[in-house]
T-cell receptor, first 114, second 112 residues
Framework: GENVEQHPSTLSVQEGDSAVIKCTYS??????FPWYKQELGKGPQLIID?????GEKKDQRIAVTLNKTAKHFSLHITETQPEDSAVYFC?????????????FGRGTSLIVHP | ETGVTQTPRHLVMGMTNKKSLKCEQH?????MYWYKQSAKKPLELMFV???????ENNSVPSRFSPECPNSSHLFLHLHTLQPEDSALYLC???????????FGPGTRLTVL
């Protein structure tokens, strides 16, 4: 099955700095890579996703890049703000072998200091 | 009400109790999911339903029993739980299998 590694587990930045979270995956058949943000007391919310026919996607201060050859993808947040503080999860899927569901990384706790 | 809702938001139960978690989605989606979220662990997929039929069961103990009476509602029946079952239980839905998932706020479960 699919295996997703996510780094770092904790990331602390100053307001205004950029933040980068990286994920690697193992199944070359995976073609969908969503990112979720989970704020305290809430469920994860999809913030951006990318499919394997695209190398980069941007939405305002958030961007995701994908390198299918190396099997890694990254989330980039520019001009960070305190409200960006949350846990971010990457996911990859669907994997080959019959499962339809993306596999999640362990999460990155992002702390943005004012 | 829109999105995915879960009740109750918090639940404390003894090991001999029977309780149920409820999830409702107002998005017209065809797939629904139960996840377990424990501290310092990845999200653990428990059950998947598509068009009210269970399509995946990831080796979950029988003390957890799902029910999907229709495409808008999903239940998780709990019986004789253990303290290690304490976690945040998240429900999600998606338009179809493999597409983007929309999560509810979760039920924080504590087993004494």
């Amino acid at each position: 099955g699919e295996n997703v590694e996510q780094h770092p587990s904790t990331l602390s930045v100053q307001e205004g700095d950029s933040a980068v979270i990286k994920c690697t995956y193992s199944d070359s058949a995976s073609n969908y890579f969503p990112w979720y943000k989970q704020e305290l007391g809430k469920g994860p919310q999809l913030i951006i996703d990318i499919r394997s026919n695209v190398g980069e996607k941007k939405d305002q201060r958030i961007a995701v890049t994908l390198n299918k050859t190396a099997k890694h993808f990254s989330l980039h947040i520019t001009e960070t703000q305190p409200e960006d503080s949350a846990v971010y999860f990457c996911a990859a899927g669907p994997p080959s072998g019959g499962s339809y569901i993306p596999t999640f990384g362990r999460g990155t706790s992002l702390i943005v200091h004012p | 009400e829109t999105g995915v809702t879960q009740t109750p938001r918090h639940l404390v139960m003894g090991m001999t109790n029977k309780k149920s978690l409820k999830c409702e989605q107002h998005l017209g989606h065809n797939a629904m999911y139960w996840y377990k979220q424990s501290a310092k662990k990845p999200l653990e997929l428990m059950f998947v339903y598509s068009l009210e039929e269970r399509v995946e069961n990831n080796s979950v103990p029988s003390r957890f029993s799902p029910e999907c009476p229709n495409s808008s509602h999903l239940f998780l029946h709990l019986h004789t739980l253990q303290p290690e079952d304490s976690a945040l239980y998240l429900c999600a839905s998606s338009p179809g299998l493999g597409s983007e998932q929309f999560f509810g706020p979760g039920t924080r479960l504590t087993v004494l």
